[in-house]
């Protein structure tokens, strides 16, 4: 599976964003799918993640009512709605994908940056 992230940018504290993840190569809907952030100096982290069929989905404590992870497997593409941003969202968003049957994200994406100003 390759992942593409896009959607990234500067905005305002308070401001909204929409990532984009494209998958190609295989299946994409047998995959479990998440998005991961990584901020300078600190270690990757976890944000959101969603089943194959779009039915369940977990986030992180930080991020939770703020943010909503989607798919379309029609598409080959998981979104993450990011609304009432903070500066402390300032990171690069990893996609990534896992066959259901793993628990370890084998697949990821090249990352795209988020900038939230105060």
């Known amino acids: 599976v390759q992942l593409q992230a896009s959607g990234g940018g500067l905005v305002q504290a308070g401001g909204s964003l929409r990532l984009s993840c494209a998958a190609s190569g295989r299946t994409f809907s047998g995959y479990v799918m998440a998005w991961f952030r990584q901020a300078p100096g600190k270690e990757r982290e976890f944000v959101a993640q969603?089943?194959?069929?779009?039915?369940?989905?977990y986030y992180a404590d930080s991020i939770k009512g703020r943010f909503t992870i989607s798919r379309s497997n029609a598409k080959n593409t998981v979104y993450l709605q990011m609304n009432s941003l903070k500066p402390e969202d300032t990171a690069v968003y990893y996609c990534a994908a896992r066959p259901s049957s793993i628990s370890d994200y084998r697949y990821w994406g090249q990352g795209t940056q988020v900038t939230v100003s105060s």
């Open positions: 969603i089943n194959w069929s779009g039915g369940t989905t």
